[in-house]
């Protein structure tokens, strides 16, 4: 809460009144009688007891109504500080693979899919500012969660993307194109896919790089991520005599590719072999595609000056109309 006066110059008569009023009263006690009695004797025995409250009381209702009045001339205000806040966000989406490699234990504990979503989400949530959205690929690419501000939607459906959903394959340039497709509208500053994925381009009616050139058409920079560490990874498979145990594969990203797709969108390319390194990233990329925010500070103030001009109003009427009935003075 702000409180002020709009005219506190106004204030500044505050002394010359207090000179006035005190002025007024010595002159009042040095006036000379207007009527010669021979003997007083009579007067004082007619007058009623004297009562030093009663016969300043007018005078002290007359000084605090002056005093209201005053400051309801120099405007009394409150206000509150607000803050107009406007942002040139970026749109983001989150391309994620979910074909069955992406169940790969080389993210310990974690396997691959499982530390992508928990990074992601801590990337979502710190970009308030921004619209993101998700797309999930295999065999097909579809749309999780279409561009939004609702942050606790998308971290839900975040949570329930998973592996088996589709058929099993990685189409980076089908998911390359479904993102150019929900981003290619956007008015936002940048526009941005962040494209994470464990594999080889095996399945989809576009390749990646024909996908890549329609990107940087349309000015949607694209991020590569490729996930995995180098060599051999644990993956689980499901036996039917043995049941679920963890076979050693080998494991392949085309490397090649993604750089490509980032190269030629404007964007770049990184590595993740473990849950941290994977966190650096979208760190780093987030450093890179910062919210422009410009904020102007301002007080709505509110006028005060009824709360004193009323009851000074009062107070001054009802002084002078105690000064001529029960408090008047007597001769």
């Given at each position: 809460m702000i409180l002020r006066f709009a005219h506190p110059w106004v204030l500044a008569a505050a002394p010359l009144?207090?000179?006035?009023?005190?002025?007024?009263?010595?002159?009042?006690?040095?006036?000379?009688?207007?009527?010669?009695?021979?003997?007083?004797?009579?007067?004082?025995?007619?007058?009623?007891?004297?009562?030093?409250?009663?016969?300043?009381?007018?005078?002290?209702?007359?000084?605090?109504?002056?005093?209201?009045?005053?400051?309801?001339?120099?405007?009394?205000?409150?206000?509150?500080?607000?803050?107009?806040?406007?942002?040139?966000?970026?749109?983001?989406?989150?391309?994620?693979?979910?074909s069955t490699s992406m169940l790969a234990i080389d993210f310990e504990p974690n396997n691959r899919l499982d530390a992508a979503k928990t990074v992601a989400a801590e990337f979502i949530r710190g970009r308030e500012h921004d619209r993101m959205g998700l797309v999930a690929f295999a065999a097909i690419s579809?749309?999780?969660?279409?561009?939004?501000?609702?942050?606790?939607?998308?971290?839900?459906?975040?949570?329930?993307?998973?592996?088996?959903?589709?058929?099993?394959?990685?189409?980076?340039?089908?998911?390359?194109?479904?993102?150019?497709?929900?981003?290619?509208?956007?008015?936002?500053?940048?526009?941005?896919?962040?494209?994470?994925?464990?594999?080889?381009?095996?399945?989809?009616?576009?390749?990646?790089?024909?996908?890549?050139?329609?990107?940087?058409?349309?000015?949607?920079?694209?991020?590569?991520?490729?996930?995995?560490?180098?060599?051999?990874?644990?993956?689980?498979?499901?036996?039917?005599?043995?049941?679920?145990?963890?076979?050693?594969?080998?494991?392949?990203?085309?490397e090649e590719i993604l750089r490509k797709i980032a190269a030629s969108t404007g964007g770049r390319y990184f590595r993740a072999t473990d849950t941290e390194a994977l966190r650096r990233i979208f760190a780093e990329i987030g450093e890179m595609e910062k919210t422009v925010i410009t904020s102007d500070t301002y007080v709505d103030y509110t006028d005060l000056f009824g709360w004193f001009l009323l009851p000074g109003a009062v107070l001054l009427l009802a002084e002078g109309i105690l000064s001529a009935t029960l408090l008047r003075r007597f001769p």
């Open positions: 009144l207090l000179a006035l009023l005190a002025a007024a009263y010595v002159r009042r006690r040095r006036r000379r009688p207007r009527l010669l009695f021979s003997s007083a004797r009579l007067l004082r025995e007619a007058r009623p007891p004297e009562n030093p409250a009663r016969r300043h009381f007018p005078a002290l209702l007359r000084m605090v109504a002056l005093a209201l009045l005053l400051a309801a001339l120099a405007r009394p205000q409150s206000g509150a500080r607000a803050m107009r806040v406007s942002t040139e966000g970026v749109d983001i989406l989150l391309a994620i693979d979910v579809f749309v999780q969660c279409p561009l939004t501000l609702d942050r606790e939607i998308l971290l839900g459906l975040l949570e329930e993307i998973r592996t088996g959903i589709v058929e099993d394959g990685t189409a980076i340039g089908m998911a390359i194109v479904n993102c150019v497709n929900r981003l290619k509208e956007s008015e936002a500053k940048s526009k941005v896919a962040i494209l994470l994925t464990d594999g080889v381009n095996n399945t989809g009616r576009i390749d990646p790089a024909t996908a890549a050139e329609i990107a940087r058409t349309m000015g949607i920079r694209f991020y590569t991520i490729g996930v995995g560490k180098e060599g051999e990874a644990l993956f689980p498979i499901d036996d039917p005599i043995f049941g679920r145990r963890l076979v050693r594969q080998k494991t392949e990203i085309d």
